[in-house]
Antibody, heavy 116, light 108 residues
C-alpha cells in the first residue's frame, strides 16, 4: 500500500520558518520525482515545488522562489520543504505528492497557519 | 504562466446523467500534458486522467478525457452518487505547472 505521511505543519508568525517532512512507503522513493502541492482553506490547488531523483533538478512556483527549498533523503524515504520568510498567503494545507509532472499519489496533508 | 479556466463553476446534475467539464488554457499545452483530478470534502485529490485522455490506475471507464492545444474536456458518461465532487484540471507542459480553479459537480 502506498503511503505518504506529512508532518511539520503548525502555527507560525509572519516572517518565521517551518520545515515540512514527508515519509513515503509502498513504492521506490529513490526512483521517483516528488513534489509539494498546497491548498489554501476553501481554495484551489497550487503546485509549489518539485525535485528529481538525485536532487540535481529543482523547480519552484515564482511566489516561493528564494524562500522555500525542497530536498530529499533517499536513504530515509523522506521529502522535505524548508519554508522561510513565511507570509500570510503561504497558509495552506501542504500535500506531499509522488511525481514531477502529474501526481498519481497524494498524502493527506499538513496544515500551515501563518498568523501573529 | 499558463492560466487554466474551468467551466462551468458549478454543474447541477442528477445521478445517471452525463457530465461535461471544460478546461481552457491561455496558451497551447505542449504534448497534451494535461491531467484531471477529483477531490471530495476532507480528502486529498485523486488523479483521474493524465496525458489528456489516459485513465489512471483503477479509474472507472465512465470517466474519459479529450482535447488538445487549448481546449480539454472531462466527461463522466453516467454519474454515480460517489462522483459528486470538485474536479480540477492541471497542465504540466511548461513550468510552472498550474491548476484550474475547479468545477463542482453537485446533485440536482
Amino acid at each position: 500500500e502506498v503511503q505518504l505521511v506529512e508532518s511539520g505543519g503548525g502555527l507560525v508568525q509572519p516572517g518565521g520558518s517551518l520545515r515540512l517532512s514527508c515519509v513515503v512507503s509502498g513504492f521506490t522513493f529513490s526512483a521517483n520525482y516528488m513534489s509539494w502541492v498546497r491548498q489554501a482553506p476553501g481554495k484551489g490547488l497550487e503546485w509549489v515545488a518539485k525535485i528529481n531523483q538525485d536532487e540535481s533538478e529543482k523547480d519552484y512556483v515564482d511566489s516561493v522562489k528564494g524562500r522555500f527549498t525542497i530536498s530529499r533523503d533517499n536513504a530515509k524515504n523522506s521529502l522535505f520543504l524548508q519554508m522561510n520568510s513565511l507570509r500570510a498567503e503561504d497558509a495552506a494545507l501542504y500535500y506531499c505528492v509522488r511525481g514531477g509532472s502529474f501526481f498519481p499519489q497524494w498524502g493527506q496533508g499538513t496544515l500551515v497557519t501563518v498568523s501573529s | 504562466e499558463i492560466v487554466l479556466t474551468q467551466s462551468p463553476g458549478t454543474l447541477a446534475l442528477s445521478p445517471g446523467e452525463r457530465a461535461t467539464l471544460s478546461c481552457r488554457a491561455s496558451q497551447s499545452v505542449s504534448g497534451s500534458n494535461l491531467a484531471w483530478y477529483q477531490q471530495k470534502p476532507g480528502q486529498a485529490p485523486r488523479l483521474l486522467i493524465f496525458g489528456a485522455s489516459s485513465r489512471a490506475t483503477g479509474i472507472p471507464d465512465r470517466f474519459s478525457g479529450s482535447g488538445s492545444g487549448t481546449d480539454f474536456t472531462l466527461t463522466i458518461s453516467r454519474l454515480e452518487p460517489e462522483d459528486f465532487a470538485v474536479y480540477y484540471c492541471q497542465h504540466y507542459g511548461s513550468s510552472p505547472w498550474t491548476f484550474g480553479q475547479g468545477t463542482k459537480v453537485e446533485i440536482k
